[in-house]
């Protein structure tokens, strides 16, 4: 686990003699360097997370928040105490980041509340409740929130709730895709089925517009078909005010 979380690996809370494992429900390193660099790039201030758990995530958001003048993090996470013993809030302590507020209550109860008291936010990560209807609950709010040059990201965007949550909501004209880029070794790793729709992909760019509409899938023109391939931590920056009409709809799969 050091060695995935080196920024970390002298402050980590030791779990040994608890039921908890790092590996298990944490983000990657190179998810969390992706939230890091997002954060650090953009300059971002004032950020939010849906679920804490032991902290890894959190770690790497404050870590980037540490760098600016007025850092701020708000955490959800109904089972901090009681779930999780406390870990992720005591990983943030030992490495001094304390600029937090912790919310221990459901993002559904929550999010409303903050929303109502005008908060607004420059970065959402999203890792809670993994239900396609939940995770859109949470990230209906934060949209609300989260003001334009910011981003939302969303943890395990491979699982398949999640990665149609991401399809759908890559149609709303006031978002753009973010992701990291596939290294070169995941590349290696890729199967013959992934190299072959990639190939497939790429072909379907040099269609002409309207009739590659007609042959292709609102998901095989817009791309989505790769989003569960490249990464499991995806985001959304928010380029747009959110200026949809009350009835406006765009079909995804």
Not at 202 to 213: D, I, S
């Amino acid at each position: 686990m050091g060695l995935e979380h080196p920024r970390f690996q002298e402050t980590l809370v030791s779990l040994e003699n608890t039921r908890f494992d790092y590996k298990a429900t944490s983000i990657l390193g190179s998810e969390g360097e992706f939230l890091w660099n997002l954060i650090r790039d953009h300059g971002y201030e004032k950020t939010i997370e849906i679920g804490c758990a032991l902290g890894v995530s959190s770690l790497y958001i404050c870590d980037a928040l540490s760098f600016t003048r007025n850092p701020s993090h708000t955490i959800i996470d109904p089972f901090q105490t009681q779930g999780w013993s406390g870990i992720g809030i005591r990983n943030l302590k030992e490495r001094n980041l304390e600029f937090f507020t912790l919310l221990e209550k459901p993002s559904e109860f929550a999010l409303p509340e903050l929303l109502e008291s005008g908060e607004t936010f420059d970065f959402g990560f999203i890792d809670g409740y993994h239900t396609f209807d939940h995770a859109m609950v949470d990230f209906f709010y934060l949209n609300r929130m989260i003001r334009v040059g910011g981003m939302i990201v969303f943890d395990d965007a491979n699982w398949p709730s999640i990665g149609k949550l991401i399809r759908y909501v890559r149609n709303y004209p006031a978002y753009q895709l973010v992701s990291p880029r596939i290294s070169d070794s995941k590349q290696d790793h890729l199967t013959k089925r992934q190299k072959i729709l990639r190939l497939f992909i790429q072909a379907t760019k040099l269609v002409p517009e309207q009739t590659r509409k007609k042959l292709f899938s609102d998901r095989v023109n817009s791309g989505a078909v790769q989003i569960p391939e490249a990464s499991s931590v995806v985001g959304l920056m928010k380029i747009g005010e959110d200026e949809r009409r009350w009835d406006w709809y765009d079909d995804f799969v």
